[in-house]
């Protein structure tokens, strides 16, 4: 899961999709790294710590970092948060076959980022929360 300063969007994205993932026994490994270095070391956005913990979430732990070409080799899909974010990746990736690895986490639509208005942090956690469902239905079946 990435998006810029992996402090708002992304580690929402992670949680979600770790919860999902606990919720439904996938034996899945799951991350979440931003584009930029500002915040490595930090952890999450207060406010998307409180979004999670609205929605019975805990991503008051994680840690940010910052995504490096490795992460083509760590993970079988890499998901962005918005075309820019996915752009930044898309630059890294060493060869078509990471490249292919990278997807918009809701598609066609991109997850805004929340960090200058507070009211949009439990909207952009309801997106993520159904791209995260999405993914869990459209992957499901192939890790049984």
């Known amino acids: 899961m990435v998006c810029l300063g992996n402090i708002c969007r992304s580690p ?3 949680g979600v999709m770790q919860h999902l993932a606990d919720k439904h026994s996938l034996d899945w490994q799951i991350d ?16 998307s710590v409180r979004a999670a913990h609205n929605n019975g979430i ?3 732990r994680q840690i940010c ?5 490795r992460d083509f080799d760590e993970f079988d899909l890499i998901f962005v948060m918005d075309k820019s974010n996915y752009a930044d990746v ?13 997807r918009l986490l809701l598609g066609d639509k ?5 960090y200058y208005d507070d009211t949009q942090f439990q ?3 309801e997106m993520i929360e159904e791209g ?5 239905k459209q992957f499901k079946s192939n890790t049984n």
């Open 12 to 14: 929402l994205a992670e």
């Open 32 to 47: 979440s790294a931003g584009t930029g270095g500002w915040h490595v070391g930090e952890g999450p956005d207060r406010r």
């Open 58 to 60: 805990d991503i008051s």
């Open 65 to 69: 970092r910052k995504f490096s070409k």
């Open 90 to 102: 898309l630059a890294m990736a060493p060869n078509q076959e990471a490249a292919a690895k990278v």
């Open 110 to 114: 991109e997850v805004p980022d929340p």
């Open 123 to 125: 909207p952009v956690f």
């Open 132 to 136: 995260c469902k999405d993914i869990v």
